[in-house]
Structure formats: C-alpha cells, structure tokens
C-alpha cells in the first residue's frame, strides 16, 4: 500500500492543533506540519495562501491527507480517512 502524505498547517498556541499532532505521533502516522504564526514575512504570507485554498475560512488546524481536506481535529474523520 502506498504511504499516505499528511501535511498540517497549525498554530503553535492552538489546541485543537496539538491534540492533531498528538494523534498523529500517537498513531504512527508520518506527518508534517507548519505552525504558521511561527513563520515570518513572506514565508507566512505564502503559508496562509496555501491555507485559504484549502480552507477558505483559514481556520486551524488544517489537515491535508492525500487528497482530503479535513478542517478542526475531526478525530472520526482522520481515522477514516486514514483506515485506522
């Protein structure tokens, strides 16, 4: 089976966003994440543009595994979205 990419964008002061990550370590799933306010000028910038055409309302955390966008800890969908 081929591995799953899952990418975070997060803020490094959110809740919902460290119960994700958590999760994910939790679980074993190989992820990356980007706490976007610890981004600075153009890096943020691009960041949050990358975020909006994800999930226009810019909320965190946002989750993209393959091709799914998952908005919030949505701890049902992730375990589906992922089979575990």
Do not use: W
């Not at 994440?33 to 990358?50: C, H, I, P, S, Y």
């Not at 091709?67 to 049902?76: A, L, N």
């Amino acid at each position: 089976m081929k591995p799953i990419h899952v990418k975070m964008y997060t803020l490094s002061t959110c809740s919902h966003c460290k119960a994700a990550k958590k999760f994910m370590s939790d679980h074993g799933v190989d992820y990356e994440f980007v706490d976007v306010d610890l981004l600075k000028g153009t890096e943020q910038a691009a960041a949050v543009q990358r975020v909006r055409e994800k999930n226009p309302n810019l909320s965190f955390p946002t989750i993209i595994i393959g091709d799914v966008v998952i908005v919030g800890f949505q701890e049902g969908q992730i375990r589906e979205t992922l089979g575990i």
